[in-house]
């Protein structure tokens, strides 16, 4: 494996070939041989830490081209398994159009009971793939983007949603679930301008509630912060409510709850009974990716046998041609989209190659020449 880094004046991926001359100019140049860089995760932090505000504008050019119809994002297949009826491996394949066209795939596990051994419950690689040879040219630890893009996403939907609403800016924040994606999209929240004057905090296991608490004191957060043991209490105490749960089928289910108006950034899509859904104004990321593989949207859908009940896509609003209601709560349900993994990390592997730091892998693909 050959380590690319920073010589002097001239950058030493000189000598590599090919090179990203300039970010988006990626994959094979003509008359050379592909090459294949790994980009592990202590990379992919580095490249994208602080960097919160320009991710989201990323992740807002990204929904754009998808309104637009510049992507390619098929549904995603579920690999499930009779003996681990929980736990599912997910491939998301896509295209990116654009300036910096790049195609490729994510390949995203999720084993819940992995909490219980005290490491994250989602592992994942994504593939980047050339967008004129189809040679992959990188693989990137995804873990770190997966929740990167999906923090982003919901940053920018808290933005785009609360924009307008008689009751302003949320100012009381309630994380329903409090693993890695919570503690990504707090990050995201803070490092985007977000303030709130009280943090609220639940999760079925009280050491994670704990834990989330502490975190959220040693980030330097000037809000209150409160652990509810009661979710009905959460609820109600929240004017932008995160649900970021590892849920399999709703469990939420009175509307009762919802009587305030929240918005709501339903992440984890299976918290929310339809009832509540049916309550509220929907917006989702992709329609046809939402109603699927029972999401509360999907449950909604089969119970009505419509879709009358969705309201429109973020890109909608962000485009104007949607504007949320304010005489009901305001429900964001991200299926979460294949497309902006690759912008992500096509951006972080642009960030390492500009360093120099790209560890490429010598003669990764060896049979080149047609006839031997």
Known sequence: MTTVRNSGTESAVESVKPRPHSPGDRGSSPGTAPSFAVIPGVQVQRALQGHEKRIVELVEATY???????????ASYFLRFPDRPASRIIALPASLGGQSGVDGIKWISSFPANV????????AVLILNDHDTGYPFACLES???????????????????SRGRSAGRPTRVGFFGTGLIARYIHTFLAGTGWSFDEIGVHDVAPESAA???????????????????DPEELIRFSDLLVFATVAAKPHVTDP?????????????????????????????DDVEHCLTADTSAHL??????????????LDDVIAGRLT????????????????LDLAVGAWVYDEVARSGGLHVVDGFFHELHRYG
Do not use: M
Request: glycine share 10%; with cysteine.
């Open 300 to 313: 909604a859908e089969q119970r009505t046998g419509g879709r009358a009940f969705l309201d429109g896509t």
């Open 143 to 161: 873990s770190i983007i997966s929740a990167t893009r999906t923090a982003a996403s919901a940053a920018l939907a808290a933005d785009r949603l």
């Open 211 to 229: 834990g989330f608490r502490c975190y959220l004191e040693q980030s330097g957060t000037a809000g209150r912060i409160s652990v509810h043991e």
């Open 64 to 74: 754009r081209l998808h309104g637009e119809g510049r992507t390619v994002s098929p």
């Open 324 to 339: 949320v209601p304010a005489d009901r709560p305001v429900v964001f349900s991200p299926f979460g989209l294949g497309v």
């Open 116 to 123: 219980e051994s005290g490491f994250p419950r989602a592992s």
């Open 256 to 284: 009762a709850w919802f009587a305030h108006n929240p918005l709501v950034l339903h992440v984890s899509l299976r918290d929310l009974a339809p009832e509540i859904l049916l309550a509220s104004a929907n917006v989702v």
